[in-house]
């Protein structure tokens, strides 16, 4: 085919050389050639690109008729105006609540993982019961939430007799109680560890009479009953004494003072409940250490350390705070002592990665005043636990239970906010999670310090303005109505 054009070509420029002058001839050809050579160009180009395949060309479709909405405007960043107007609301009510803190104080409040709002954050202050919430934390992590204590009861039961001592051997289960004690507490134990079913054993195995005595037996943990730097207004009224073996957090029926040994006291009262049985004992309470082969009469479960956790955090319990710490110390170190409960404590801090400069650790419950903490630290601490975290949902409820039942009963988080109080003569302070709309939640912490920060008149105004700020977080733009504006079909 290539020869046949070529000759055609030849004929061609033959017959036009005849007819046209040498110069215009020589324009001629170079203007075919360049014409030719272009398609034929163009050709190789495509077939080196696209080999032996040939494609179809596809026709451009039209662009979209381009948005009213100016370049620049802030409706192409709807999400980044809905925080900044919603922060801005938040801002001005939170305003009032700075306003009326005193100069040692700080807060701390960081909604969809943003802070909103950062006072004094790294300052160290004194806490109160908000030391609780890095106890029980540490706690659950140590012990893990399904650890439960054991008491038990040892002696040798022959017949109907209990020959010689009955032993009762403590495991540090703060819960134990008898079934008439959580009527006689401020906040009443939650889950309290039924110390009445050791009776009801053995009088199910017919047992009327104790030859010996009943014995209490502490040695699990230490004897150190007090943190040394607590004042007298705390000691035996707040907590303690403590002790691994404590019924009815140290006290015995009928009397108003608690025995200086928490074991003996368990002893005596548990000799009471025996006699309301009908099960006579023959000589009075002591207290030792039961030989370990001395057999196993029953033993007696408390609740999952979760709900133990959930008793301390809601109500408060002070003596359920130091109890975990020895625990804390015993699991981890193998010394149930308060300064390797502490220590273990620290390192958690450090491990956690949570900021621990300034931090100060005395005791587990928060009535030390030389105990400090930062509001950055309580929050990232909320924050690491989650929403639906063990420590979150273990914490009071406000409007609903333990030192928060009456407190927020009504308006913005009433029934959902969950919180810890925290309390002490010139000390409040108030740290939780404020459910938002959508699953959202704030992580807030708020720490006072100064005279009269405790009185009823100064703190509750600014625990109210709180509460309000943190619900403008539920206020916020809908983003619909930042959507690009339409093109109007009139000229």
Sequence with gaps: MANKFFKKLSGWFTKISVRLPTHRLIGAIVVVAIGGAIPLLSAWQ????????????????????SSATPIMSARRIPQTLVDLISDGRAQRKYSQVIAALPPDSCLNVVTDSRTVIEVNSLKP??????????????????????????????????????RGDLWLVGSGDPLLATRAYPLTEKYPTLTPTDVEKLVDALVALGVTSIEGSVIGDESLYDRERYVPSWGDGIRSVEAGPLGALMINDGSVSGSPLKPVNPAFAAATEFTTLLLSRGIAVRDTPDIGTASADTPVIATLESVPMQQIVAEMLV?????????????IGLVARGSATRIDGLNVIALKVAEWGLPGAGVALLDGSGLDRTNLLTCNLIVQLLQRD?????????????????????????????????????????????????PLD?????????????????????YRPIWNNLVNALASGNTRLDVNDLSPLKISPEP
């Excluded at 704030?442 to 009269?452: D, E, K, P, Q, T």
């Design 125 to 162: 202050l004194i806490p109160g019961s908000n030391l609780k919430l890095l106890t029980a934390a540490v706690a659950l992590d140590v012990l893990g939430p399904e650890r439960k204590f054991v008491t038990k009861m040892l002696g040798i039961v022959s017949g109907s007799v209990v």
């Design 315 to 327: 109500n408060s319990d002070n003596n359920t705070a130091e109890l975990l710490v020895k625990e």
């Design 386 to 434: 989650g929403p639906d975290g063990l420590v979150t949902t273990a914490l009071a409820t406000a409007g609903k239970s333990g030192t928060l039942r009456d407190v927020f009963l009504t308006g913005p988080g009433a029934g959902t906010m969950r919180a810890k109080t925290g309390t002490l003569n010139g000390v409040k302070s108030l740290s939780g999670m404020f």
């Design 438 to 458: 959508d699953g959202r939640s704030s992580v807030f912490a708020l720490i006072m310090n100064g005279s009269g920060s405790s009185t009823l008149d100064f």
């Design 46 to 65: 495509v077939a080196v690109a696209a080999g032996d395949e040939v494609r179809p060309l596809v026709t451009q479709r039209e662009l979209p008729a």
